[in-house]
């Protein structure tokens, strides 16, 4: 098992310098001169009113120095990581907020044994002192059926705890009404902790090790042993595991949820899980909360008590009451407590009503455009071009990009050939041109999907009302403009656009009186092969390309050979007489 890579290599000073960071961005908080404590910068403001103060080891940032702050915390005191914070700074925070003209602190403190021993030595030497400080030990987790002589281990639960209490505080309640009222909090709270990784102190290997296959429910914040390791389960089932457990009433410490309670959520991140299946745990939690009639009054996404870089998440459930939810919602400047709209969570918000398109206008175009049946002819003709290509144009991508330029094009070609069984397609151009796009734009996919529907739309605009070979020279005019605009690619970029703009260029040939389209044709598709071929030699300049050194980029652009393909795909197809 080998150290894991970090940006922080050594656990000393570690714990020092995460607080330095986080003081030195955010004005309202204030470093305690020799201790690795954390203030309000207005403790002036707390005058005549109690302070709280909390802590404990560091690495479960944003706990517990993100939480000081009006309407949260007075201050915290932090350890090393994952070490219990020393006596002797737990005491001169209690005398900077006692010296501040506190009337009262209250202590507030994870279920650990050493967070319990300092914190607890120091309230006996501030006590000898003359302040009247105050402890209140939080224990949420519900992992096992049968907690030991230590009791429920303080987790995530504790923030809602800080909050509570510091609302209270900052409507000037009195030590004993915030003590009382925390107490009743802290009984009606459960947290539940999921892991699919373990963490590591900087420096060193991991605390425990998991099979790629597994998961372990129950563990704690520091990589404690959880109660059960089982095999990985999707999201959903994740979460329904987790709520049996938590509120099993088999088990001594879980918590009782019956229809028609009330509750505030915290999805909580222990470091290492991505936001996307955060949010996809998050509507898991509230799905199996509103299947058993339970009504989320509250939710809270995020990382609120990490461990280090675990990968994994815990849920936090308080039973709440009106007052506790205008707590909860309470003000508050600390910079880790979320922002949000206040309001319950539920799967069941209704929609915002699709916007209607608006109704196309008619065309009534009278030039002379291609029949229906020679459309549909050269567009099965490039359906097929396409479709046969797919494994060619997947093995050129796989050197610049991810493999799939063959199966988003076979994509566009399918979905061509339904719409055409669908409907006849339309003969005028531009009609032609701005159907193609909505069906490209709707299911090729990728970038080249929007590429080739901004093309396709930006030429249809310049089709309207015109006829004959000049407007088509213009419109692939149009349709290159329209996608260096909004691509951002050039002429020798190596893209699908080296091969557009050499036909396009050859097109402009159109323009001349008398000039054979399918001779002007047959050169513009002579010249997009060519330009297509030269994208072997070229740096890369725009498109996923252009983050691989070119000396790896030994085949043509993918997007520059479908291209050629494509408009000689369109040449056979006029060339076939109608009937075969």
Same mark, same amino acid.
Not at 47 to 57: C, F, I, K, N, Y
Not at 103 to 129: C, H, P, Q, S, W
Not at 316 to 345: C, F, S
């Given at each position: 098992?080998?150290?894991?890579?970090?940006?922080?290599?050594?656990?000393?000073?570690?714990?020092?310098?995460?607080?330095?960071?986080?003081?030195?961005?955010?004005?309202?908080?204030?470093?305690?001169?020799?201790?690795?404590?954390?203030?309000?910068?207005?403790?002036?403001a707390?005058?005549?009113?109690?302070?709280?103060?909390?802590?404990?080891?560091?690495?479960?940032?944003?706990?517990?120095?993100?939480?000081?702050?009006?309407?949260?915390l007075?201050?915290?005191?932090?350890?090393a990581?994952?070490?219990?914070?020393?006596?002797?700074?737990?005491?001169?925070?209690?005398?900077?907020?006692?010296?501040?003209?506190?009337?009262?602190?209250?202590?507030?403190?994870?279920?650990?044994?050493?967070?319990?021993?300092?914190?607890?030595?120091?309230?006996?030497?501030a006590?000898?002192?003359?302040?009247?400080?105050?402890?209140?030990?939080?224990?949420?987790?519900?992992?096992?059926?049968?907690?030991?002589?230590?009791?429920?281990?303080?987790?995530?639960?504790?923030?809602?705890?800080?909050?509570?209490?510091?609302?209270?505080?900052?409507?000037?309640?009195?030590l004993d009404?915030?003590?009382?009222?925390?107490?009743?909090?802290?009984?009606?709270?459960?947290?539940?902790?999921?892991?699919?990784?373990?963490?590591s102190?900087?420096?060193?290997?991991?605390?425990?090790?998991?099979?790629?296959?597994?998961m372990?429910?129950?563990?704690?914040?520091?990589?404690e042993?959880?109660?059960?390791?089982?095999?990985?389960?999707?999201?959903?089932?994740?979460?329904?595991?987790?709520?049996?457990?938590?509120?099993?009433p088999?088990?001594?410490?879980?918590?009782?949820?019956?229809?028609?309670?009330?509750?505030?959520?915290?999805?909580?991140?222990?470091?290492?899980?991505?936001?996307? $299946?955060?949010?996809?745990?998050?509507?898991?939690?509230?799905?199996?909360?509103?299947?058993?009639?339970?009504?989320?009054?509250?939710?809270?996404?995020?990382?609120?008590?990490?461990?280090?870089?675990?990968?994994?998440?815990?849920?936090?459930?308080?039973?709440?009451?009106?007052?506790l939810?205008?707590?909860?919602?309470?003000?508050?400047?600390?910079?880790?407590w979320?922002?949000?709209?206040?309001?319950?969570?539920?799967?069941?918000?209704?929609?915002?009503?699709?916007?209607?398109?608006?109704?196309?206008?008619?065309?009534?175009?009278?030039?002379?455009?291609?029949?229906?049946?020679?459309?549909?002819?050269?567009?099965?003709?490039?359906?097929?071009?396409?479709?046969?290509?797919?494994?060619?144009?997947? $093995?050129?991508?796989?050197?610049?990009?991810?493999?799939?330029?063959?199966?988003?094009h076979?994509?566009?070609?399918?979905?061509?050939?339904?719409?055409?069984?669908?409907?006849?397609?339309?003969?005028?151009?531009?009609?032609?041109?701005?159907?193609?796009?909505d069906?490209?734009?709707?299911?090729?996919?990728?970038?080249?999907?929007?590429?080739?529907?901004?093309?396709?739309?930006?030429?249809?605009?310049?089709?309207?009302?015109?006829?004959?070979?000049?407007?088509?020279?213009?419109?692939?005019?149009?349709?290159?403009?329209?996608?260096?605009?909004?691509?951002?690619?050039?002429?020798?970029?190596?893209?699908?656009?080296?091969?557009?703009?050499?036909?396009?260029?050859?097109?402009?040939?159109?323009?001349?009186?008398?000039?054979?389209?399918?001779?002007?044709?047959?050169?513009?598709?002579?010249?997009?092969?060519?330009?297509? $071929?030269?994208?072997?030699?070229?740096?890369?300049?725009?498109?996923?390309?252009?983050?691989?050194?070119?000396?790896?980029? $030994?085949?043509?652009?993918?997007?520059?050979?479908?291209?050629?393909?494509?408009?000689?795909?369109?040449?056979?197809?006029l060339?076939?007489?109608?009937?075969?």
């Amino acid at each position: 098992m080998e150290v894991p890579k970090k940006l922080v290599t050594t656990v000393s000073g570690c714990a020092d310098d995460a607080l330095a960071g986080l003081v030195a961005c955010n004005p309202g908080l204030r470093l305690l001169q020799g201790h690795r404590v954390v203030l309000r910068d207005d403790l002036p403001a707390i005058r005549g009113r109690v302070a709280l103060l909390s802590g404990g080891g560091s690495g479960h940032e944003p706990a517990h120095a993100g939480y000081v702050g009006k309407g949260m915390l007075t201050g915290v005191v932090a350890g090393a990581v994952f070490a219990s914070p020393s006596v002797g700074s737990v005491l001169a925070a209690i005398r900077a907020v006692a010296q501040a003209g506190a009337a009262g602190i209250l202590l507030i403190v994870k279920n650990y044994t050493g967070d319990r021993l300092n914190f607890g030595m120091a309230l006996e030497r501030a006590r000898a002192e003359g302040a009247d400080v105050r402890m209140v030990v939080v224990g949420d987790d519900c992992a096992f059926a049968t907690p030991g002589k230590a009791g429920r281990r303080g987790i995530c639960g504790t923030v809602l705890i800080h909050k509570v209490a510091g609302a209270l505080a900052e409507a000037g309640a009195s030590l004993d009404e915030i003590e009382k009222k925390v107490i009743a909090a802290a009984k009606v709270m459960g947290t539940l902790g999921l892991s699919l990784s373990p963490c590591s102190i900087p420096g060193s290997k991991p605390s425990f090790q998991l099979a790629e296959d597994e998961m372990e429910l129950g563990l704690g914040i520091h990589g404690e042993a959880g109660v059960r390791r089982m095999k990985v389960l999707p999201a959903d089932k994740a979460v329904e595991t987790m709520l049996k457990h938590m509120t099993d009433p088999s088990n001594a410490s879980h918590l009782s949820l019956t229809p028609g309670s009330s509750v505030v959520l915290v999805v909580n991140n222990l470091g290492g899980l991505s936001c996307l $299946e955060l949010g996809i745990v998050a509507g898991a939690a509230v799905r199996c909360l509103e299947n058993r009639g339970i009504r989320i009054a509250r939710a809270l996404v995020g990382s609120f008590m990490t461990a280090l870089e675990m990968a994994g998440v815990s849920l936090t459930l308080m039973l709440v009451d009106e007052e506790l939810v205008r707590l909860i919602d309470a003000k508050t400047t600390a910079m880790a407590w979320p922002n949000i709209v206040t309001g319950p969570a539920t799967t069941r918000r209704e929609e915002v009503p699709a916007p209607t398109e608006a109704p196309r206008k008619l065309q009534d175009e009278t030039g002379i455009g291609p029949g229906t049946a020679r459309v549909q002819r050269v567009l099965q003709r490039v359906c097929s071009t396409l479709l046969d290509m797919q494994d060619k144009l997947n $093995e050129l991508d796989r050197g610049a990009g991810d493999g799939d330029c063959g199966h988003t094009h076979a994509r566009a070609a399918q979905a061509i050939q339904a719409w055409m069984r669908s409907r006849p397609p339309p003969a005028a151009p531009a009609q032609l041109l701005s159907a193609l796009a909505d069906v490209l734009l709707e299911q090729m996919g990728g970038s080249s999907g929007v590429l080739y529907g901004l093309f396709l739309t930006a030429a249809a605009q310049s089709l309207r009302g015109r006829s004959g070979s000049p407007a088509w020279a213009d419109a692939m005019d149009a349709g290159i403009e329209a996608m260096q605009r909004y691509g951002g690619a050039a002429p020798g970029d190596r893209t699908m656009l080296d091969s557009l703009f050499a036909a396009t260029q050859a097109l402009h040939a159109l323009r001349s009186p008398g000039a054979d389209p399918l001779q002007v044709l047959a050169a513009a598709v002579q010249s997009a092969e060519v330009a297509a $071929e030269s994208t072997r030699h070229m740096e890369a300049g725009a498109g996923r390309a252009s983050y691989i050194r070119s000396s790896r980029l $030994e085949q043509p652009d993918p997007g520059a050979v479908a291209v050629a393909a494509v408009l000689g795909a369109v040449l056979q197809g006029l060339r076939d007489p109608l009937g075969q």
